[in-house]
């Protein structure tokens, strides 16, 4: 039954060959306010039953392409038609957590969201998609996601593509696995169908110039080792965050779950002529899913008819040349100030564990711990620096991706990164058995209430927990670890009077609001006890600093009457 799985999945490979679909190219969105509305759709995908999907401003899969400007507002609105609750994340932005539409951000079947938030981001392809916890996989993989292009004045002055559609294109590459009746598997390892933008057989014609393509990989778990067919030489211009200093000249670009790189092809003296975008899986190690799956002592390992192999992903025809083409590559870009690690700098270590080695399809941990809402795994005071050090100590690759911030890869086994990874990240692959050290910069948005995700991209893994979650606190005194440590505080919710018991005696306690103000209400201490009189508050979250000598604890408190 699998091995005839395996031939049909073949066939479909085969199949994929005969590309001849021009690709779904969204429109675009951009000025100051943006409406989104997510719907329940279909879209006959292949013979037999219609595939159940998601779909955004009226299309049956994937959403308009946002174009953003930095240093503007924007002001969404999400409407939610999806017959599920649904958050909206934006996937890579640096923005307030109560507008990064994290698990904790839902909007119901049938309401609004409405963030508002200045663009503070460098020009480079950021995307959106949903984050419901345990779900992310199932509504991201079935549609509910778009392309985010920024532009900046910096990138603005360069002589690079930037015609949408014409010589600068979103290429969003997926892999799905089409459950025996056709539904898309939110935990697919049989993944053998390729879309690009949602279309299934693509195909793309650009014309005989430098073309600028937008690579996102949003599929379930593959990894996708980029090149084109006779390994022609492309350039690699920017990263998930920004462009890089200079492009570099190469055959590969290796891209997994949620990330992003912009390459520059220069078809000059290819018009008429055919070539494809390819991914050379059999390069990639074996750890990484879309490599040659290891051989478990004896056990099949083999998940899908792609892995290991290289196979077609984009039919590109050349056309005839625009009228005023780029037609040559820059030979520098944008400055990218590389941060130096100090002795100053915070560290935090992250591993990522299994049950135990042999695990292959997960549950996979942080630091032995399943996600939980209710735990805040990190308190970071504004204005830190960081180092974060990722270890895998499972035997599978896993793309980690931070929100919030921006990082640079210092070092992967203390070897700096190539310079393809030398640039503005938020997704890194992390290998079997390695270290990567992460730094970035917590200067904004302190909130100790809503908290931002990290996780692993893989949906499949980040559905079943490998995620967490910190917070940024603007207390002086850094606070590191498990801050609310010994601290309880109930009832929750609470309507009259609030109380905490704490390890250590408590020597004040202060309340401030969503956006941060202080609230007087009587507080009552006593050792290692308080009570608060909240009968006059009015109902919502707010955070409580729970005050113990030099040090504070942080706490939610929800009050509803
Ligand atoms: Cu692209 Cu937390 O996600
Ligand atoms: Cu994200
Ligand atoms: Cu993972």
Known sequence: ??????IIAAL??????????AIFLPDTISGSTIGLTISRD???FLPGRITQTYGINGYSYFGPTLILHKGQNVHFTVTNHMGDTTTVHWHGLHLAAIN????????MDGMDWSPSFPVMDRAAMYWYHPHLDHKTGLQALRGAAGVIIVRDSTEQTLNLPRTYGVDDFPIVVQSHEFASVNQINPRAMSDSILLVNGTLDPMVSLPAQVVRLRLLNASQERTFNFGLTNDRLFYVIGSDGGLLSAPVSTTRVSVSPGERAEILLDLGTMAGQTLYLRSYGSELPSDVRGGTPMNMGGMNTMYSPLDGIDFNILQIHVAAATASPVTTIPSSLVPVPRYQAS???MTRRITFTAQNMMVMDGPFYFNGQLFDMERIDHRIPLNNTEIWTLRDSTMVAHPFHLHGVQFQVLDRDGNPPSAKEAGWKDVVLVHSLENVRIMMQFTDFPDTVTPYMYHCHILMHEDDGMMGQYVITDAPTGIAGPAADGCKLYPVPASDVAYITSDHSITAVEIRDAIGQAVETPIHLSQQAASIEVASLSDGIYTLEIKSGEQSFFQKLVIKH
């Open 12 to 21: 479909c490979v085969y199949h994929m060959a005969l590309a001849q679909n």
């Open 42 to 44: 279909s879209v006959q």
């Open 343 to 345: 002795a100053a700098d």
């Open 1 to 6: 039954m699998k091995r005839l799985a395996i």
């Open 100 to 107: 990064d539409g994290g698990p904790h951000t839902m909007i």
